[in-house]
């Protein structure tokens, strides 16, 4: 399991200024990152991790976003056309990602894991400031600033807003009266 230990070391090779952060208290969840530092959720980046199946069955999808706007199953499934989308098991999890559930860091994801990043993340983040996320560990957090994090991040941006359901207004078309 990857830990603050490898994610300081990994960041040194590249010459990255960041902080390992010793927590108040254990986590069980970067949900509670804002509460337990005493910061906006919007400067707490998260990664959930979906069970996206299809017609090829089921793989492991990861969603970087901030804790405050997380994503929802049904607009990651829209994005695959997919049969079913449900948050992934803490195995899976594990599994995938070599993180403890929980406390997945957006940063040495296996290459192999399909990841997205929420375009609200993006969007939302001021580069210069600093953002917060899980080490894997329950006792510590990694904090830099954002555009060290979203420079860093293998991922491909995607809108993730809930795709709106169109009424039968929105469905029908107009009557000719010709």
């Known amino acids: ?30 949900q509670e990152l804002p509460e337990v530092l005493g910061i906006g959720a919007g400067t707490c980046v998260s990664v959930r991790v979906f069970e996206v199946s299809s ?13 405050d706007t997380p994503p929802k199953a049904k607009a990651v499934g829209a994005l695959f056309r997919a049969r079913r989308v449900v948050p ?17 860091c957006p940063l040495l994801l296996p290459e192999q894991l399909t990841t997205l990043i929420d375009q609200r993340l993006i969007d939302g ?26 420079d860093l991040m293998a991922g491909k941006p995607v809108d993730l807003t809930t795709p709106r359901r169109r009424g039968l207004a929105g469905v029908a078309s107009p009557m000719s009266t010709a």
């Open 88 to 104: 992934a098991s803490a195995f899976v999890v594990n599994s995938a990602t070599d993180y403890a559930d929980g406390l997945v």
């Open 125 to 150: 983040l001021d580069p210069d400031e600093p953002v917060v996320t899980a080490t894997g560990e329950r006792s510590t957090a990694l904090r830099l600033r954002a555009f060290h994090l979203l």
């Open 55 to 67: 017609e090829d069955g089921r793989d492991p999808v990861a969603v970087v976003g901030t804790v």
């Open 1 to 30: 399991m990857k830990d603050a230990l490898a994610i300081h070391r990994w960041l040194l090779a590249h010459q990255i200024h960041h902080e390992i952060v010793r927590l108040p208290r254990a986590l069980t969840s970067s």
